[in-house]
């Protein structure tokens, strides 16, 4: 048979453990621009969508020739705006060639979140460095041999060794 003890209530009180709650400056360096960033990352990416499968029914619906003129009209705008087009040509040019410009959360508002973040946490983390500083440490024991029969550590603990 096994011979389990029974625990006591000093056994079952677990170490002290270090649990701090989170710090107001870590939610509002954070936390709270990450929770934004990917809540405008999953709603862009939903836009995003959106957006496609719009633009690609719009040209679904067309002509061989139309499909042909619209991709050449939109090469002539690639190049004359460069690749962002899409919000540079005119909206009267933009609804004939069934382009829906980009919303501000597919690219911008999640770009700029991910850079604050970028910044932001090693940030946080050099102010607690500096804020949570440690304890001036002890020096380390330095051996004084005086006398070869006594032998002293240091200042912070002196005790003295006889050699045999």
Known sequence: MNSI?????????????NNRSSSPLFLLLVGIPFCFFL???????????????????????????????RGLKLKVYAYEYGSN?????????GRALGLIRESILESTLPRYLFLFLAIAVPFYFFVRLFKDKPQKKALWPVAITADPKIRKTSTLSPKKIIKN
């Open 5 to 17: 003890k029974p625990k006591t209530k000093k056994q079952l009180k677990k170490a002290p453990s």
């Open 39 to 69: 809540i405008s990352a999953m709603l862009g990416s939903v836009l995003k969508i959106d957006r496609v499968s719009s633009e690609s029914a719009f040209e679904n619906r067309l002509n061989p020739i139309e499909k042909a003129w």
């Open 85 to 93: 087009y899409r919000n540079k040509i005119p909206e009267n040019e």
